[in-house]
């Protein structure tokens, strides 16, 4: 292999964000229901949030389908995403590049007052 192509192949392989499930939302990734599950997923520079979580629910397809509301392809309602310590909306948006090392966590919306 020639050695740039070498060099960018080997910037690509291992990048990976972990992603945190928590709550009710860990019956669908084989936890009980409380608590967390976590997960390495890998992607390629480039691409966004929302690319890396639709990657990440084909590993997962019972997840996958409590994630996204299948009429309008967007996330449903009740479930909240938090990157790197930040609420969705804040720094980041679905359409935001991820980076190696980026933490998400799908968890529960709340509601009320």
């Keep these: 292999m020639v050695p740039e192509v ?3 192949v080997a910037a690509v392989v291992g990048q990976k964000v972990r992603i945190e499930v928590t709550s009710w939302l860990t019956r669908y ?15 390629a520079p480039g691409e966004s949030l929302k690319a890396v979580l ?13 994630l ?23 720094n980041h948006t679905m359409d935001s590049e991820v980076r190696d090392g980026d933490r998400i966590t799908l968890m529960e919306a709340f509601e009320g007052g």
């Design 6 to 8: 070498q060099d960018k």
């Design 54 to 66: 639709h990657r990440f629910g084909q590993r997962l397809p019972e997840l996958d389908r409590v």
């Design 29 to 43: 990734v084989g936890g009980d229901g409380s608590g967390r599950v976590y997960f390495d997923q890998e992607f």
């Design 68 to 90: 996204w509301d299948p009429e309008s392809g967007d996330l449903w309602e009740y479930v909240e995403i938090i990157v790197n310590d930040a609420f969705l909306g804040i």
